[in-house]
């Protein structure tokens, strides 16, 4: 076998990992326990806890972000 064919099958497999790992960690809501939870005020989905930002007016990603803005053009 050769060194460069081995080191294309590790690199192969360590993307493979990584990319399953990053699905998973995307698809995975944040329990919040406790306190009140926010909510994307778009399509209601929980957002991730963070000490600096709380409240009304949050979304969860760009895309909601984009369906917000266009609905202020209106």
């Known amino acids: 076998m050769h060194r460069s064919w081995l080191r ?7 993307e493979k990992v990584t990319q399953k790992v ?3 960690a995307k ?7 406790g306190a009140e939870t926010d909510t994307c005020m778009v399509c209601g989905r929980t ?6 930002v709380r409240g009304d007016g949050r979304v969860c990603s760009p895309g909601c972000a ?3 803005a ?3 053009k209106d």
């Not at 294309?8 to 360590?14: A, G």
């Open 8 to 14: 294309t099958k590790v690199n192969e497999s360590k």
């Open 27 to 33: 698809s995975m809501v944040p329990v919040q326990r």
């Open 22 to 24: 990053t699905e998973r």
């Open 70 to 72: 266009e609905g202020l």
């Open 47 to 52: 957002m991730r806890q963070t000490a600096v």
């Open 66 to 68: 984009r369906k917000w």
